[in-house]
């Protein structure tokens, strides 16, 4: 059987894996690189008995080699969530510029086409709300949260030289807060901070006051609308996102109410360049890829929760690495 090939970097993270379901699952021959230093191969080992299905660990900001053809690649390796950039901000920093440049090397030599995950990071602290494509973000360079921001946004500089300068076919996804099964319990990230607070039985923690902004995607979206704009012919960046927004605070209620928990909120000091606001523009994603999220927050946080509450007490407690 002549499958098309795909490799996806980062394949044992939260998104990588659910890509690899996907495309597995859609009959493509998949390798996976991953180099485990925010992921997990529990979130991939079920595939593992399949002939299509191949693993390679490797740190991609070393020389990447596969042998055979490619057809696709999907750049998703890198830290994603603020603690796990914060504690290794020299490999965030390497492998959005470093991996990249060895990943658009590698669709180069084997005539594939890359998607690379840019994110709404390369926003920052926007001052245009909600966030179109069009707007060039607002960034501190220098900030703590610089090493994944700029590595971000110097990976869409490359990637498009690389478009520009050697006719390479490319894809940019601009990916807004996402959520579901597999995220890691202790990454740090709200979702997965507030469910195992609570199930924990330990007051949720806001920080700041509470009146910072996100909007919340579920994975399956997520996912539908990368492969999407993977398939299409569309080569600036798209927003993928759901845009449907929330207060911290409100969302810290929400869960208090979703898991039943008798515990409060807590406020503690806001991180440093923290966005005070954040909603995808998703016109473009509407318009090229006839896309739209369609699980809402409440049928995605069941699943998410249940998800959560199935992990052995040991995972529950297990501090940040
Ligand atoms: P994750 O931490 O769960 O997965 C990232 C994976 O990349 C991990 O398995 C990690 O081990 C691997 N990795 C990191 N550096 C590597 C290297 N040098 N070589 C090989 N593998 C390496 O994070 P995620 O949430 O799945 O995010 C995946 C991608 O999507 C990232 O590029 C992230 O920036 C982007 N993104 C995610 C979100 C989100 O809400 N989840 C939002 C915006 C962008
Ligand atoms: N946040 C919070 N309590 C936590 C973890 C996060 O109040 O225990 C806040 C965080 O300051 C941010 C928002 O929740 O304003 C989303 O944080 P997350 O790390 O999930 O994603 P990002 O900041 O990258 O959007």
């Not at 249940?306 to 529950?316: A, R």
């Amino acid at each position: 059987m002549n499958r098309k090939r795909v490799l996806i970097t980062g394949a044992a993270g939260f998104l990588g894996s659910h890509l690899c379901d996907k495309f597995i699952a859609e009959d493509y021959h998949v390798l996976a690189m991953d180099n485990l230093i925010t992921g997990d191969l529990k979130n991939i080992e079920h595939l593992f008995q399949l002939e299509q299905f191949e693993f390679y660990h490797h740190d991609v900001t070393k020389f990447v080699h596969v042998a055979g053809d490619l057809d696709y690649i999907l750049h998703f390796a890198s830290p994603a969530s603020p603690i796990d950039y914060l504690k290794i901000p020299i490999q965030t920093l390497k492998v959005g510029s470093l991996g990249t440049h060895n990943l658009l090397g590698l669709a180069k030599e084997k005539n594939a086409r890359i998607l690379i995950a840019s994110t709404s990071e390369v926003y920052g602290d926007p001052l245009v709300h909600p966030q179109t494509e069009e707007y060039y973000g607002n960034v501190n360079t220098i900030g703590p949260r610089g090493v994944y921001d700029e590595a971000k946004r110097f990976q869409e500089s490359i990637t498009m030289a690389y478009h520009r300068f050697h006719g390479l076919e490319t894809r940019i996804v601009r990916i807004f807060n996402t959520y579901g099964p597999r995220m890691r319990l202790n990454d740090g990230r709200v979702i997965p901070a507030f469910i195992g607070q609570a199930l924990r039985g330990e007051d949720l923690t806001i920080f700041g006051d509470g009146s910072q902004t996100r909007s919340f995607c579920f994975v399956s979206d997520q996912i539908e609308g990368i492969y999407k704009l993977l398939l299409s012919d569309y080569v600036e960046p798209v927003n993928i996102g759901n845009p449907y927004e929330i207060t911290i605070k409100d969302f810290a209620e929400e869960i208090i109410k979703l898991t039943g928990t008798s515990q409060k909120v807590i406020y503690q000091d806001l991180p440093k360049d923290d966005p005070m606001q954040r909603q995808p523009d998703i016109s473009r994603a509407k318009e090229v890829l006839g896309w739209e999220p369609l699980v809402n927050r409440q049928e995605g946080m069941k699943i998410t929760y249940n998800y959560f509450k199935s992990l052995s007490p040991k995972e529950l407690t297990k501090k940040a690495h």
